[in-house]
């Protein structure tokens, strides 16, 4: 199975601040790498497939990047609704596997 | 609009069969390319894959359970399922069905829903 090892596991920033998330996987995965937000008590949404393609109504301050086996979500402005936790997904190669979650607070 | 919506018994005991329904709108599962998976998260824990079937009728299971895991659909109702055998408190999770693309991994997930085992 391929490992993904998600940094941090928590973060905390201010209104405003530049965030960024890394997922690395145990293997290159060819950018089949996904980025999803989950607010409490909400459905897991999806941000971001495929390395860098910004799903449907998801705002553009929102961005991934990388290649091989490191991958980047970056938030570029932090705005008080991106309050949740974030996880990576990794679809090159079955099983599929999750990283272990970021959890992003407000400063 | 895509929706889905898990639901199961809540709880149950040790050796039971879970079994889930995924009721879902806004697609369906006999378009080419469209499948439905089922994901869990022990509470504290790391999400973890469980089993993905296909337009086609095509099924794929995470090796760790497999000979636990049984997934169906009813393509008429808009609705996928998914079993497993003989569970145990690890067993315990908040269970989430999701729309699927191959190529694009989950794309719409419903809520989850919560499952105990305890004796």
């Known amino acids: 199975d391929i490992q993904m090892t998600q940094s941090p596991s928590f973060l905390s920033a201010s209104v405003g601040d530049r965030v960024t998330i890394n997922c690395k996987a145990s293997?290159?995965?060819?950018?089949?790498l996904n980025w999803y937000q989950q607010k409490l008590g909400e459905a897991p949404k999806l941000l971001i497939y495929n390395t860098n393609n910004l799903q449907t109504g998801i705002p553009s301050r929102f961005s991934g990047s990388g290649s091989g086996t490191d991958y980047t979500l970056t938030i570029s402005s932090l705005q008080p609704e991106d309050v949740a936790t974030y996880f990576c997904l990794q679809h090159s190669s079955r099983p599929w596997t999750f990283g272990g979650g970021t959890k992003l607070e407000l400063k | 609009q895509v929706t889905l919506k898990e639901s199961g018994p809540g709880i149950l005991q040790p050796s039971q069969t879970l079994s889930l329904t995924c009721s879902f709108s806004g697609f369906s599962l006999s378009t080419s390319g469209i499948c439905v998976s089922w994901i869990r998260q022990p509470s504290g824990k790391g999400l973890e894959w469980l089993a993905t079937?296909?337009?086609?009728?095509?099924?794929g299971y995470n090796p760790s359970l497999k000979n636990r895991l049984t997934i169906s659909k009813d393509t008429s109702n808009n609705q996928a399922f998914l079993k497993i055998t003989s569970v145990d408190t690890a067993d315990t999770a908040i269970y989430y069905c999701a729309r699927t693309n191959w190529a694009y991994g989950f794309d719409y997930w419903g809520q989850g829903v919560m499952v105990t085992v305890s004796s």
């Open positions: 079937i296909c337009w086609e009728d095509s099924k």
């Open positions: 293997q290159n995965i060819n950018k089949y």
